[in-house]
């Protein structure tokens, strides 16, 4: 499985972006996919992901206001909408996919691929 994440790049606070994922290779109905950021000095941190179904799970309800993952399963794609970013925001943002359903959608060890990532830089 390969997973090549897109979108990334500088934007001033207040703006946004969307991350695109996309998934190939043998990828499995059923699988979950998420986005986790690593910012400069810090450990990768969850941020969302969703089922094959669209449940979907963000890592704070703050999260969750500002940014939004959706999927096209046709396309084997994961987009992660940003809205309202701030400097805090600033990391490199990878993409990840579980071939197993599971309710821990949040730990990092559930997800088995892992795109380059992307970088995201807000400005203040």
């Known amino acids: 499985v390969q997973l090549q994440a897109s979108g990334g790049g500088l934007v001033q606070a207040g703006g946004s972006l969307r991350l695109s994922c996309a998934a190939s290779g043998r990828t499995f109905i059923g699988n979950i996919m998420g986005w986790f950021r690593q910012a400069p000095g810090k450990e990768r941190e969850f941020v969302a992901a969703i089922t094959w179904s669209g449940r979907t799970t963000y890592d704070t309800e703050s999260l969750k206001g500002r940014f939004t993952i959706s999927r096209d399963n046709a396309k084997t794609t994961v987009y992660l909408q940003m809205n309202s970013l701030s400097p805090e925001d600033t990391a490199v943002y990878y993409c990840?996919?579980?071939?197993?359903?599971?309710?821990?959608?949040?730990?990092?060890?559930?997800?088995?691929?892992w795109g380059q990532g992307t970088l995201v830089t807000v400005s203040s």
């Open positions: 990840a996919l579980s071939n197993k359903d599971s309710s821990r959608r949040a730990d990092i060890s559930l997800f088995d691929y």
